[in-house]
């Protein structure tokens, strides 16, 4: 059984992978065929506009960011003794958050994206070193 610096580490660690895949293989995938020049895509794919491909892109990496947020959060916490309040509030509301959110994608990509393995990895991960 991990205790629970380690298990908030791999769950850190797993939110920087992730992340860092995540925001790769969709420059890659897909906003790379909508950019004929500069960083921010700028073509429209019907039947979506150019302002509507520039916050999509920018929504794409804004997860990345807040990922990233969250796994600085979970080292911060894994550092920590485990008796503060506070700190099973943050751990409560990223097993939430993480578990909703890895729920939403399981059920909108019928399970073929793959991301709903990690964000649900993290959540169960918060969730055992918050005692749960």
Do not use: N
């Not at 790769?24 to 897909?30: K, M, P, Q, R």
């Amino acid at each position: 059984m991990m205790d629970m610096q380690s298990t908030l580490l791999l769950a850190g660690s797993i939110l920087l992978l992730t992340g860092s895949v995540h925001s790769v293989l969709g420059e890659i995938l897909i906003f790379r065929h909508l950019r004929p020049d500069g960083i921010v895509p700028s073509c429209g794919a019907s039947p979506l506009r150019e302002r509507h491909i520039r916050i999509l892109w920018a929504t794409w990496h804004l997860a990345t960011v807040l990922g990233w947020a969250f796994a600085g959060i979970l080292f911060k916490l894994a550092s920590k003794s485990a008796d503060d309040p506070l700190d099973a509030f943050v751990l409560a509301s990223v097993v939430i958050a993480y578990a909703v959110g890895g729920l939403l994608v399981l059920i909108a990509t019928k399970g073929r994206h793959p991301g709903w393995i990690a964000l649900l990895a993290v959540a169960a991960l918060a969730l055992t070193a918050l005692g749960g």
